[in-house]
């Protein structure tokens, strides 16, 4: 059912520095920041070969990524999205499968102005899964 790689997310806590070192001392190709109010985040993507970094920044007051740094300070992976063909059909297998699809179920617009959904990272050994259209 999942594709390909779409993007592994790096929760962050100073999105300048951290895109400054992936330009500079990892010599990356790396984008502009885009504020995401929908989902309390300032993502700056990074674009490789075979997948892109998605760096993360809390946005808003009660953003969800300013909790996840509480808990780790200088930052650490948050989550990784796979892509589906059908993010509907995907969501009811797996709902009928006994995973837990968080926010009620229903497809967000993501950082592409593609629908998203995401995963409880208890049902995928600590891994926070965000599943992407394409
Ligand atoms: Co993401």
């Known amino acids: 059912m999942i594709g390909r790689l779409n993007h592994v997310a790096i929760a962050v806590p100073d999105l300048d520095a951290a895109s400054a070192q992936y330009r500079t001392m990892l010599g990356a190709d790396v984008g502009a920041p885009q504020d995401e109010p929908d989902h ?10 075979n997948t892109k970094i998605e760096l993360l920044y809390p946005l808003g007051e009660a953003s969800p990524i300013q909790a996840f740094l509480d808990k780790n300070p200088s930052g650490g992976m948050h989550h990784v999205c796979y892509e589906v063909d059908d993010i509907i059909v995907a969501r009811d297998h797996l709902l009928a499968e006994g995973a837990r699809v968080l926010g ?11 629908p998203v959904l995401f995963l409880h990272p208890k049902d995928f050994n600590g891994c926070l899964v965000e ?3 394409v």
């Open 40 to 49: 309390g985040v300032t993502v700056v993507f990074i674009n490789l070969p």
């Open 131 to 133: 599943l992407e259209q």
């Open 104 to 114: 009620g179920g229903e497809p967000k617009i993501g950082a592409h102005g593609k």
